[in-house]
């Protein structure tokens, strides 16, 4: 099956600084790769999504780059703010057979310090 | 419109006994699943709906645990003869799964204590 994993476990950076997030996945045949955020006893919120179609796909401070080859993929904020001190977690989804539940990595714990 | 739900939002249950979790997916949304988040941890993967088929149970860790969704809407997860083990946040996601949209939303959680 999918293997997915990220790093780093945890990441500070001051407000207004980038910051990003890697993931990799072990099965050529993932085709789609969501980001979730997840704030503390709160549900995880999708922000952003890629296909394995298309490089990067950028949403206001938020974008995501996909590298197929090499089977990694990241989350880029730019212009961090306190409100986006969550934990972030990327995702794979098989395009074959009859898997279609999204693989996790175990989560970035981001700090915006003001 | 409305979001993925999840009933109760918090479960404490005695070890050895059976619990009910209840997902009522976003509506027309025909693919469910389930997933169980450890403290610290990504969600895991359990069984997945298509309709009111069970698609994938292959992350249901034994037979104790066991999910129905009979009129291919509202899902109930069960869960016989409970164990500390047992013990995580259960989520509840659903996709609209036509016209390659694979977005998954999630609900609240249920937070299940077992002691």
């Known amino acids: 099956g999918e293997n997915v994993e990220q790093h780093p476990s945890t990441l500070s950076v001051q407000e207004g600084d980038s910051a990003v997030i890697k993931c990799t996945y072990s099965?050529?045949?993932?085709?789609?790769f969501p980001w979730y955020k997840q704030e503390l006893g709160k549900r995880p919120q999708l922000i952003i999504d890629i296909r394995s179609n298309v490089g990067e796909k950028k949403d206001q401070r938020i974008a995501v780059t996909l590298n197929k080859t090499a089977k990694h993929f990241s989350l880029h904020i730019t212009e961090t703010q306190p409100e986006d001190s969550a934990v972030y977690f990327c995702?794979?989804?098989?395009?074959?057979?009859?898997?279609?539940?999204?693989?996790f990595g175990s989560g970035t714990q981001l700090t915006v310090l003001p | 419109g409305a979001g993925v739900s999840q009933t109760p939002s918090n479960k404490v249950t005695e070890k050895g006994k059976y619990v009910e979790l209840r997902c009522d997916p976003i509506s027309g949304h025909t693919a469910l699943y389930w997933y169980r988040q450890s403290l610290g941890q990504g969600p895991e993967f359990l069984i997945y709906?298509?309709?009111?088929?069970?698609?994938?149970d292959s992350g249901l860790p034994n037979d104790r645990f066991f999910a129905v969704r009979p009129e291919g809407s509202v899902s109930t997860l069960k869960i016989q003869r409970t164990e500390r083990g047992d013990s995580a946040v259960y989520l509840c996601?659903?996709?609209?799964?036509?016209?390659?949209?694979?977005?998954?939303?999630f609900g609240p959680g249920t937070r299940l204590t077992v002691t």
């Open positions: 099965d050529s045949a993932s085709n789609y």
């Open positions: 995702a794979a989804r098989l395009s074959s057979g009859s898997a279609r539940q999204l693989t």
């Open positions: 709906f298509q309709g009111t088929g069970a698609a994938d």
């Open positions: 996601a659903s996709s609209l799964h036509v016209g390659g949209r694979y977005e998954q939303y």
